[in-house]
């Protein structure tokens, strides 16, 4: 029989006078060395081009991706398993034009694979990757695209998913590479806020990771998407707050600050009266600016005005800047 060795234990204050080396981050706050984060959004959200343009801007080392600072040029292996090449090449060939000159020539830290026209959805690729790691010089980031796809289990029963986790951070471990996993948002009611429990996979892949960044899109203006921190086991200002971002013609997102995530993923709840009463008035307007509106544009009456009234301010269409006034909430957040 086996003898099992048990730990080796250290006391406080041996543990006081271990030097610790300082934290290397190849993203800051989002991508540190050697930790596993993941990047999980419904589908046609934008992960893939979100992950592909990170992995991208992290190769050449531009200054920041999505307003996080870039620590310099470093090796990147974008590894796809949803896109067919043709679709793939002509993304990067149109992300990369965007790219200044300047930058052109550590475009080779940026390695992607390919297929020759096969793709083999839904199968476990985990020992070719595995092996694509072994066979080349480290890679100090590793994206995988998707979860979903590279893999035959069912990526929302526990058991299966408990080795593919263990498979996960051993392929991590091979060169000590940070290992950026794109996944997929559960089913889920039309209006919701980010947060771990969507992600499939649940606890279980919620608690083996070390970063969690959800997307989502706005149900109010559609070409607007949602990037927010749900898990962060180091430092992290930005945790829990949702940034908007927009996706301009060269797939390169454009950021453009916190907005109001319960406002963007709720669908508009105000009548059409309403609409149009609030589209009557001023962007700051009084009780009375409201009723007399509300009053000159419809049948409701005084009362009805006023629920009206409380309502918008409660679906955050409008807000309270003082006694019997209020503004209308910027659309986007």
Known sequence: MKKISGFKLIGGIESMGIKLPKKEMIVGEIIGKHKIIALSADTNVGKSIWAHQLGLAVAV?????FGYPI???KRVLFLNFEMDEYELLERQQLLISRIPQSYHKYLDNFQINTFDGKRTLFQDNWDRIEQTICDNDAFDLIIIDNMYACTGIDDEKNADLKPLLARIISVSDIHNSSLLIVTHHKKHHAEYILSTDLIRGGSTFANAVDVIIQLAE????P????????KNRGRSPNKG??????LSDDLWFEMIGEVNESYHLSAPTATSEEERVLGALDGEFGTRDFLG????LTTATERTGYNH???LEKDGEIE???HGRYKKVDPVG
């Open 223 to 230: 070409e607007l998407r949602l990037m927010k921190i749900t």
């Open 61 to 65: 080392g531009k200054p920041e991706i």
């Open 309 to 311: 009234l409380k309502r």
């Open 241 to 246: 707050k949702s940034f908007g971002m927009t």
């Open 218 to 221: 706005s149900l109010r203006q």
């Open 320 to 322: 309270k800047v003082s």
């Open 71 to 73: 620590s310099g040029a």
């Open 293 to 296: 509106k509300t009053d000159e």
